[in-house]
């Protein structure tokens, strides 16, 4: 198999999952259905894409702009005591030595991310980072996968994806694209599983193999 990049999820998949998303998720609700005067159906269980796709245009357009005033500072709080999970830098390093170009495709703020890469000390790995502010449809939705492949100058054959819930499947199989799902992050083994992931994995030391098959 080969693999000539690597795209990453952020919260979950390459940090531990620290930001308080039940907490946004509620706050994004009641003021989405303020402002649209509770037209909003969804329940806070959904992921926020399903949530916009609910939407009109012009709503659609209001409802990201309280998305970000509502999740980055939730995602700022989160960055400022981020932390990588286990053999998460080793792992970079080894695919970085295998020529292998790396990324992220994350639905939080370029801001965030930036200061999370920052403190984790992790920022000179990656040569594209693909975040909501380059993209109006998040994952689940595979459009922020598709351009974060664009931009790395692969095809989507030679990319595989890591992430740590079933969107982030769903998303990279949406366009082509090969799927690794790392447990320990937001959703279970057997949620993981229901999403037919190509490849299941419990550490980051398992690329290893599987970038060497």
């Known amino acids: 198999m080969v693999i000539k990049a690597v795209i990453f999820d952020l919260d979950g998949t390459l940090l531990v999952h620290k930001l308080k998303l039940h907490e946004a998720k509620k706050e994004f ?44 500072p939730f995602e ?77 100058g692969v095809k989507v054959e030679e990319v595989i994806h890591v992430g740590d819930t079933i969107y982030d499947v769903i998303a990279a199989h949406e366009v082509g694209v090969r799927s690794i799902a790392i447990t320990g992050g937001a959703h279970s083994r057997e949620l993981l599983l229901s999403s037919n992931p190509d490849y299941l994995i419990n550490s980051f030391k398992e690329i290893f193999q599987i970038i060497n098959l």
Request: net charge negative; proline share 2%; with cysteine.
């Open 29 to 72: 609700l009641n003021r989405l259905r303020e402002r649209l005067q509770g037209s909003i159906e969804s329940s806070i269980d959904f992921p926020i894409a399903y949530i916009l796709n609910e939407l009109s245009e012009e709503d659609k357009i209001t409802a990201f702009k309280i998305l970000n005033e509502v999740f980055e």
């Open 76 to 152: 700022i709080m989160a960055a400022e005591v981020a932390e990588l999970r286990e053999d998460v830098k080793e792992t970079l390093e080894f695919l970085k030595g295998r020529d292998v170009k790396l990324a992220i495709a994350t639905n939080n703020s370029r801001k965030s991310v930036e200061l999370c890469l920052k403190n984790t000390m992790i920022e000179t790995y990656f040569d594209v980072i693909v975040t909501r502010d380059d993209v109006f449809d998040l994952k689940p939705n595979g459009k922020m996968i598709l351009k974060t492949v664009e931009k790395l």
